[in-house]
Nanobody
Framework: QVQLVESGGGLVQPGGSLRLSCAAS????????MEWYRQVSGKERELVAR???????DYADSVKGRFTISRVNAKNMVYLQMNSLKPEDTAVYYC????????WGKGTLVTVSS
């Protein structure tokens, strides 16, 4: 059974940092590309970052230079380090397996506010 469990969200002030974690199970994690999405209420989910099985990364322009995606294959974990957070980063963040569009975790809420 495929499971994706996100954690690490919370309330942070503008300019602050958070590290999100995603625990994956039921999949051959090491050979799959992983993604982080985010969604603001009433809007479509937005791809934030992607990491390939080999460790190559891509980022949305809105987070480039501030967010870092990483993975530890031995632990079936993918992370999103978020620095210099802005109020517009407020959203529910989800991890996802690339091209596996039917599998979503419950997400973790990030709120950036003073």
């Amino acid at each position: 059974q495929v499971q994706l469990v996100e954690s690490g969200g919370g309330l942070v002030q503008p300019g602050g940092s958070l590290r999100l974690s995603c625990a994956a199970s039921g999949i051959a994690f090491s050979i799959l590309n992983m993604e982080w999405y985010r969604q603001v209420s009433g809007k479509e989910r937005e791809l934030v970052a992607r990491i390939t099985s080999g460790g190559s990364t891509d980022y949305a322009d809105s987070v480039k230079g501030r967010f870092t995606i990483s993975r530890v294959n031995a632990k079936n974990m993918v992370y999103l380090q978020m620095n210099s957070l802005k109020p517009e980063d407020t959203a529910v963040y989800y991890c996802k397996i690339e091209n596996w569009n039917n599998y979503w975790g419950k997400g973790t809420l990030v709120t950036v506010s003073s």
